[in-house]
């Protein structure tokens, strides 16, 4: 059964030139979808759309079969869990504060977090190793540790899909290496995660579903075998790449196609 | 920040209430002690005057001082979370200058305490929704925008007041107006309570069932929206219970500034930016502020100090080290 399916969704601002087109796409439990992209091609909107915050033009997205539209926002909680790109850095509360605020949708309306939801905060952060930041203020972590507590946040709302918008970013290279084994994990055991990077790369060490935005305001949807493809990406990016395999990894990476040698103008 | 027990901090500052309350019935131009207050609320036989004093100008002026200073940061407290803005004040936003615009209006036709509280709470949510706009069209986010929109609409506001006050009839609505923009507890008496009790119940319940979705609030529009929070439903109902708190507290006793902009960051330096906590200790905290400040406005001079006089000698420098503090703390 898909958890998502966006049906020809268009998206554009007030008076001005659709971001992206008839966009269509299913996710189904425990797949990974990598969107992919040049800066600025609307990735981030994409995925705004998806969880509601911004209208579509046209088209529609359907959730556990419902239309979004017709969800109110607590449901659409239950099912989609944002980590945005801007998590409100200079939060001053504290981590745990900052993570029960997850457990929003599952509160009645006046009702403030108990026992409960602070056991579950804790659950996550000892998985995490990271009990001891429990009582820091959020505002006073590193960029890679609040990156990490915001995606936490995104797991500890407990969603069907999780939607991460550059997740990777921030983060050196021992942690980009953390989070996509983690991101395979939760896959693993049926959360879909729906995210954007810069590093076609991420998608190789990822598996899963790609989704290519093209300069023609088109997003291809499909298998990485067929769209991550040197001719595909080199298009995408502008810019001349390679992919190679790579025999140790069991994989295909994409590089610049620049080497060391002084250019000779 | 080593986080003391927010809930120990509250309940001492509960405890702090009652005796203020009763030091502050001993103080005055007559002062008592607390073996004199408590003949004096008993026994009433034993010395009118005194009983008189203390039930009809000490209880209900300390009463309204607690209220309005409960208010005033518990409006405060709720509109820095709702605005994720740590700058914005019910004085700042407009809404104090416009409760008092839309109070002087309701006098000015004559009305009297229902129509000037109705009048004040209009003024109030038009000032807020003119300040909101005229940040929107600016089209920056900033902190600073909203609070530059917000002191352009709470100069117009005055310039209307001064309008007024030039067209009111001198020998009786001119002083009534004055009083709005200073900020007395002189005029405070158990009727005026009575009314705007009603409104300063409804506002603070409001934003006390709120209070936990004010920090979710307080994460930004997309975060609380997909946490699953109605925010637009949520972020109007905290604006409208704030201007109702405003608007009751300007009934009572006219503008009184600062305890909105300081007394919730004093608030959440004891127990942190969570409102589950911050809330009711700025409401306890300005309560007590208020009481303190009105106390020494009655008794330090023959003549009453105005209120907001004194609230800005303290609040001004106060809120300079807080912000001192603050940023050796985050820089």
Same mark, same amino acid.
């Given at each position: 059964?898909?958890?998502?399916?966006?049906?020809?969704?268009?998206?554009?601002?007030?008076?001005?030139?659709?971001?992206?087109?008839?966009?269509?796409?299913?996710?189904?439990?425990?797949?990974?979808?990598?969107?992919?992209?040049?800066?600025?091609?609307?990735?981030?909107?994409?995925?705004?759309?998806?969880?509601?915050?911004?209208?579509?033009?046209?088209?529609?997205?359907?959730?556990?079969?419902?239309?979004?539209?017709?969800?109110?926002?607590?449901?659409?909680?239950?099912?989609?869990?944002?980590?945005?790109?801007?998590?409100?850095?200079?939060?001053?509360?504290?981590?745990?504060?900052?993570?029960?605020?997850?457990?929003?949708?599952?509160?009645?309306?006046?009702?403030?977090?108990?026992?409960?939801?602070?056991?579950?905060?804790?659950?996550?952060?000892?998985?995490?190793?990271?009990?001891?930041?429990?009582?820091?203020?959020?505002?006073?972590?590193?960029?890679?540790?609040?990156?990490?507590?915001?995606?936490?946040?995104?797991?500890?709302?407990?969603?069907?899909?999780?939607?991460?918008?550059?997740?990777?970013?921030?983060?050196?290279?021992?942690?980009?290496?953390?989070?996509?084994?983690?991101?395979?994990?939760?896959?693993?055991?049926?959360?879909?995660?729906?995210?954007?990077?810069?590093?076609?790369?991420?998608?190789?060490?990822?598996?899963?579903?790609?989704?290519?935005?093209?300069?023609?305001?088109?997003?291809?949807?499909?298998?990485?075998?067929?769209?991550?493809?040197?001719?595909?990406?080199?298009?995408?990016?502008?810019?001349?790449?390679?992919?190679?395999?790579?025999?140790?990894?069991?994989?295909?990476?994409?590089?610049?196609?620049?080497?060391?040698?002084?250019?000779?103008? | 920040?080593?986080?003391?027990?927010?809930?120990?901090?509250?309940?001492?500052?509960?405890?702090?209430?009652?005796?203020?309350?009763?030091?502050?019935?001993?103080?005055?131009?007559?002062?008592?002690?607390?073996?004199?207050?408590?003949?004096?609320?008993?026994?009433?036989?034993?010395?009118?005057?005194?009983?008189?004093?203390?039930?009809?100008?000490?209880?209900?002026?300390?009463?309204?001082?607690?209220?309005?200073?409960?208010?005033?940061?518990?409006?405060?407290?709720?509109?820095?979370?709702?605005?994720?803005?740590?700058?914005?004040?019910?004085?700042?936003?407009?809404?104090?200058?416009?409760?008092?615009?839309?109070?002087?209006?309701?006098?000015?036709?004559?009305?009297?305490?229902?129509?000037?509280?109705?009048?004040?709470?209009?003024?109030?949510?038009?000032?807020?929704?003119?300040?909101?706009?005229?940040?929107?069209?600016?089209?920056?986010?900033?902190?600073?925008?909203?609070?530059?929109?917000?002191?352009?609409?709470?100069?117009?506001?005055?310039?209307?007041?001064?309008?007024?006050?030039?067209?009111?009839?001198?020998?009786?609505?001119?002083?009534?107006?004055?009083?709005?923009?200073?900020?007395?507890?002189?005029?405070?008496?158990?009727?005026?309570?009575?009314?705007?009790?009603?409104?300063?119940?409804?506002?603070?319940?409001?934003?006390?069932?709120?209070?936990?979705?004010?920090?979710?609030?307080?994460?930004?529009?997309?975060?609380?929206?997909?946490?699953?929070?109605?925010?637009?439903?949520?972020?109007?109902?905290?604006?409208?219970?704030?201007?109702?708190?405003?608007?009751?507290?300007?009934?009572?006793?006219?503008?009184?500034?600062?305890?909105?902009?300081?007394?919730?960051?004093?608030?959440?330096? %004891?127990?942190? *930016?969570?409102?589950?906590?911050?809330? #009711? @200790? +700025?409401? !306890?905290? =300005?309560?007590?502020?208020?009481? $303190?400040?009105?106390? %020494?406005?009655? *008794?330090?001079?023959?003549?009453?100090? #105005? @209120? +907001?006089? !004194?609230? =800005?000698?303290?609040?001004?420098? $106060?809120?300079?080290? %807080?912000?001192?503090?603050?940023?050796?703390?985050?820089?």
């Amino acid at each position: 059964m898909n958890l998502l399916s966006v049906n020809q969704l268009s998206f554009a601002y007030p008076g001005q030139v659709p971001i992206f087109k008839r966009v269509s796409f299913n996710i189904r439990a425990g797949e990974i979808l990598t969107l992919l992209g040049p800066n600025g091609v609307g990735k981030s909107t994409l995925l705004r759309c998806l969880l509601g915050l911004v209208p579509p033009a046209s088209g529609n997205i359907t959730l556990a079969s419902t239309p979004l539209d017709r969800l109110s926002r607590q449901e659409i909680a239950h099912h989609l869990a944002y980590v945005p790109q801007d998590y409100h850095a200079a939060s001053t509360l504290s981590v745990q504060d900052y993570l029960l605020t997850a457990r929003a949708a599952y509160l009645r309306p006046f009702q403030t977090p108990g026992p409960t939801e602070i056991a579950l905060v804790q659950h996550y952060l000892q998985r995490f190793r990271l009990a001891d930041l429990a009582t820091i203020p959020f505002v006073s972590l590193s960029g890679g540790q609040q990156q990490l507590i915001a995606i936490i946040h995104g797991l500890v709302q407990q969603p069907r899909v999780l939607v991460l918008d550059e997740p990777m970013a921030a983060l050196d290279l021992g942690r980009q290496a953390e989070l996509i084994t983690l991101f395979k994990k939760i896959a693993a055991k049926g959360m879909a995660i729906i995210l954007t990077t810069h590093l076609p790369d991420h998608a190789f060490m990822l598996g899963g579903q790609v989704g290519l935005f093209t300069n023609d305001q088109q997003v291809v949807v499909g298998s990485q075998d067929a769209l991550l493809t040197q001719e595909k990406l080199t298009a995408v990016y502008q810019t001349p790449l390679s992919v190679v395999y790579l025999p140790k990894l069991g994989r295909y990476s994409c590089q610049l196609a620049l080497s060391t040698n002084k250019s000779t103008d | 920040m080593a986080k003391r027990s927010p809930r120990l901090i509250l309940l001492s500052t509960i405890i702090l209430v009652p005796l203020l309350a009763v030091i502050a019935l001993g103080c005055g131009r007559i002062s008592l002690s607390p073996v004199e207050i408590w003949t004096g609320l008993t026994q009433p036989s034993r010395n009118p005057a005194i009983t008189n004093i203390l039930y009809t100008i000490r209880l209900p002026r300390i009463f309204g001082a607690l209220l309005i200073g409960a208010g005033l940061a518990a409006a405060g407290s709720a509109f820095q979370s709702v605005f994720q803005n740590p700058l914005v004040s019910p004085d700042i936003l407009g809404v104090s200058y416009g409760a008092a615009v839309g109070a002087a209006i309701a006098i000015l036709a004559g009305g009297g305490i229902w129509p000037t509280q109705l009048g004040a709470f209009a003024g109030g949510i038009i000032a807020v929704v003119i300040t909101l706009f005229v940040a929107r069209i600016l089209g920056q986010r900033g902190m600073l925008i909203l609070v530059l929109s917000g002191i352009v609409i709470s100069g117009f506001m005055q310039a209307i007041l001064g309008l007024l006050k030039y067209i009111a009839d001198p020998d009786s609505q001119l002083q009534s107006i004055v009083y709005w923009q200073l900020g007395s507890l002189a005029k405070v008496d158990l009727p005026s309570i009575a009314a705007t009790l009603p409104a300063l119940l409804i506002g603070g319940i409001t934003l006390g069932l709120l209070r936990w979705h004010l920090t979710v609030l307080s994460l930004g529009d997309h975060l609380a929206t997909s946490t699953g929070l109605n925010v637009r439903l949520e972020r109007l109902l905290v604006i409208v219970a704030g201007t109702l708190l405003t608007a009751a507290t300007v009934c009572l006793s006219g503008n009184i500034g600062w305890v909105g902009l300081v007394i919730p960051h004093m608030a959440r330096r %004891l127990v942190g *930016t969570d409102e589950r906590y911050a809330l #009711p @200790l +700025s409401a !306890l905290v =300005g309560a007590l502020f208020l009481l $303190l400040i009105d106390t %020494l406005a009655r *008794t330090i001079s023959a003549g009453e100090i #105005p @209120l +907001s006089i !004194l609230t =800005g000698f303290v609040g001004a420098p $106060l809120f300079i080290y %807080l912000l001192v503090r603050k940023k050796a703390q985050y820089p």
